[in-house]
């Protein structure tokens, strides 16, 4: 009987060569086995919509994060609560799981020898896990973005979106706007998914190695929260699961965003070499070797920090940008924009004699501390005067505004009087009864010097 | 005689960092044959085992398999399979899953790549829908074989394949182990159970602290043994205990029923006789241990006093 199989069994190929397609449908093959892959697809691809879904339809929406306020107004409101939540959260861990442990899973079920064997090429196993991890973390947020945007339009409908200057998106426009977002955020989730492999190749079968994509997000983001100067900021890639803010602004603040995808991808490569470097000096034979280990990640952290230093002075020389890049009259900009475009907005629900930007001539006078600090940087003391104009009326309108500026640029603007103008009131409009848009608003300030708001 | 040699090994040494794991290593073995590597732990079997798969490269020495020179890591012919530390399966995956995703990673059909044949080769038929994480050792290493199996491979090397199995799947490997070598495969294994070296192997290689300490035939190895520890069972215990201390080249080792004696083979020839010309039945005369397990223990033993 073995003679007869024996003399059945083709040899592998011509070349004796397992071809890195093979070796990719193979690793392919191994992720999708997993039942905590099949959980995580599944989870990705029906929870974001069910969520988006569920919140839309309550009356308390979850008004501190970036465009939630606007779930009751549109589906693709929920798409992009989803992306701020995905941001800190699900990706990282998504990540985590998947490209932190796909050379880590071999090291823990003992088949890295077999694999070898079979395959004889570490550079071809090294790019097959690599594509075959990138392939799954890109199903999974596919389904993050698809999933919510769903759950959106279906629960609330495919309506236009007020942008983050309170300009109004068509619906089209929006649609586009929070494809282009999801997509930008690939580059930071690439940046994750090559430390998740340099993890997961230096640490082996540690748990360490199956959390570092996380724990490097977790302390990105904390970074994040820091009073950092601007330059410091856009030089770690943390900084592109936020930057497509800037998609959501006219004219389009579109220098940050490419400044923080530019470097997720510079760290995207250079994590993913590392582990590339690494992989290949690892002797297989011995039995002790589950992992570089500590030491290797060490010397792999060495050339991340060159890297944030050297990115630092190329964006500082760059773009000019010094300090926290929150500035006065940026702050004074940034408001009585977003104010023209959500007067015209409010003035509309109202039923009133329409007016432009441009007849409002909206301005702003802000000061920080009661007018007691300098002001410029983060913080929720900034206090603002708008003043603006209406056609045929010779003085000039003024509201109050409390802002809260946090250190990425976001703020949210509450409105403190007079209350006909930006206190708490419902409108009533063809979607039904919606909060005063003047009463608070989101808004974003421009962190680089040059850009420019509409 | 086969005097075509699919391993020829001359000075082979292998370091991890200041331990010598193979220490000069010559090997020669020839094609169709199965060859037993048997040492103690750390012995350095495994580092030998993972050189003729291809997993390292030895720091000096030549090593020619199948006639090919390996100079560098997985650089060695095809038509060398096998295992080393377990036979590394997904357990994710079912048995057929398994042999599938290895001959799709070869480039065969997994219609017509024999997963079917190998799978009943080595008993595993039953299961073949069910997923590896309910197996136990025993089918794991079966189904290790199966993978190799599926190679048609012209060298196989195992790690331990008896571990983990019930008698009936043992003489189930061991059966398709002795067609794959009446077939022409050369098959080198390690094991720590002599009785599976001395079931299978026509030849047996013993390695002790990464050196060669014994390689040949079993026969000579047997014939190289000093005195072996027999148990003797007779009609008359007392008598025969009196007959074996006057028998010359006899040490009769305690007081202890039943009568254990040592004694090289030409002395227990001679009280053998004597036995018998005394009248006394003899109803059992058994080594302590096994000629392949004595001659180990005392080659590793002289060879640890070496160093």
Request: net charge neutral.
């Amino acid at each position: 009987m073995t003679a007869t199989i024996a003399a059945d069994l083709a040899p592998p190929d011509a070349a004796g060569r397992v071809t890195v397609a093979r070796g990719y449908r193979f690793e392919l093959l191994k992720l999708v086995s997993q039942w905590r892959i099949r959980l995580l697809v599944l989870a990705c691809w029906i929870a974001p919509g069910l969520f988006v879904a569920a919140v839309s339809r309550q009356s308390s929406l979850p008004a501190d994060t970036l465009f939630g306020r606007w779930m009751h107004a549109t589906g693709w409101a929920g798409p992009l609560v989803m992306l701020g939540f995905a941001g800190t959260w699900a990706l990282p861990l998504v990540t985590s799981v998947v490209a932190g442990d796909v050379f880590a899973a071999e090291d823990r079920l003992g088949t890295w020898r077999c694999l070898l064997v079979a395959v004889r090429s570490p550079r071809r196993i090294f790019v097959a896990k690599a594509l075959a991890s990138l392939s799954v973390i890109l199903l999974l947020v596919a389904g993050l973005g698809s999933s919510s945007a769903l759950g959106g339009i279906a629960a609330v409908g495919d309506r236009p979106l007020v942008g983050l200057d309170g300009h109004l998106l068509a619906a089209g426009d929006a649609a586009g706007k929070v494809l282009l977002a999801w997509v930008c955020v690939l580059a930071p989730t690439l940046a994750l998914a090559g430390i998740g492999l340099l993890g997961s190749v230096a640490l082996g079968r540690s748990p360490m190695g199956l959390l570092l994509p996380a724990v490097v997000a977790l302390t990105l983001q904390l970074a994040q929260m820091l009073p950092l100067p601007v330059a410091v900021r856009l030089a770690l890639p943390s900084y592109a699961f936020i930057a497509w803010n800037g998609l959501f602004t006219s004219p389009q603040q579109l220098g940050p965003l490419l400044i923080g995808i530019v470097v997720s991808l510079v760290w995207a490569v250079t994590a993913t070499a590392l582990a590339y470097l690494l992989f290949l000096r690892r002797d297989f034979t011995n039995l002790t070797s589950g992992g570089s280990g500590r030491r290797a990640l060490a010397a792999g952290a060495l050339p991340f920090a060159g890297l944030v230093a050297v990115t630092v002075a190329v964006v500082a020389a760059a773009t000019g940008a010094t300090g926290a890049g929150i500035e006065q009259g940026k702050v004074e900009s940034s408001l009585a924009t977003a104010f023209a475009h959500l007067y015209r907005m409010q003035t509309a629900q109202l039923n009133r004699p329409e007016v432009t930007e441009a007849q409002l001539a909206a301005t702003a006078a802000c000061n920080k501390g009661g007018g007691l600090l300098a002001a410029e940087g983060p913080g929720n003391d900034w206090r603002c005067v708008v003043t603006w104009h209406l056609p045929g009326v010779e003085a000039a309108g003024t509201a109050v505004y409390q802002l809260d500026i946090s250190a990425d640029g976001r703020f949210v603007a509450d409105g403190d009087g007079p209350k006909e103008v930006n206190g708490y009131f419902l409108v009533h409009t063809p979607i039904g009864d919606q909060p005063n848009p003047l009463w608070q608003f989101d808004g974003n300030v421009a962190l680089l010097p040059t850009a420019s708001k509409g | 005689m086969n005097t075509v040699l699919a391993i020829r090994a001359r000075g082979i040494t292998k370091c991890f960092g200041d331990v010598v794991a193979l220490d000069g290593i010559d090997l020669d073995v020839a094609q169709g044959q199965i060859h037993g590597l048997v040492g103690p732990n750390g012995a350095g079997k495994t580092t030998l085992l993972g050189l003729l798969l291809g997993l390292a490269v030895a720091d000096s020495g030549r090593l020619e398999i199948l006639g090919t020179p390996v100079r560098r890591a997985l650089a060695v012919p095809d038509g060398v399979a096998g295992f080393v530390d377990g036979p590394g399966l997904y357990p994710s995956l079912t048995a057929r899953q398994n042999l599938a995703a290895l001959a799709a990673l070869r480039g065969g059909d997994a219609r017509t790549a024999g997963i079917d044949g190998v799978l009943a080769e080595v008993g595993l038929t039953d299961v073949a829908d069910d997923k590896a994480n309910g197996f136990s050792l025993g089918m794991r290493q079966r189904l290790g074989l199966a993978a190799a199996l599926l190679t048609g491979p012209r060298l196989l090397v195992l790690d331990e394949p008896s571990n983990g199995l019930d008698p009936a799947g043992k003489k189930h490997v061991h059966g398709v182990l002795t067609r794959l070598a009446a077939d022409g495969t050369t098959v080198v294994l390690s094991s720590h159970r002599m009785d599976d070296v001395e079931a299978l192997c026509s030849e047996v290689t013993i390695v002790a602290t990464g050196r060669v300490a014994f390689s040949g035939p079993l026969s000579k190895l047997a014939a190289e043994s000093r005195e072996l520890d027999y148990r003797l069972l007779t009609s008359d215990p007392p008598a025969a205990r009196l007959l074996a201390a006057d028998t010359a080249g006899i040490g009769v080792l305690d007081d202890a029923e039943p009568l254990v004696v040592r004694a090289p083979t030409p002395a227990l020839d001679e009280l053998v006789a004597r036995l018998v010309r005394a009248g006394i039945a003899l109803r059992e005369l058994t080594p302590v241990v096994s000629p392949l397990e004595a001659a180990f223990l005392a080659l590793t033993d002289e060879q640890e006093a070496g160093r």
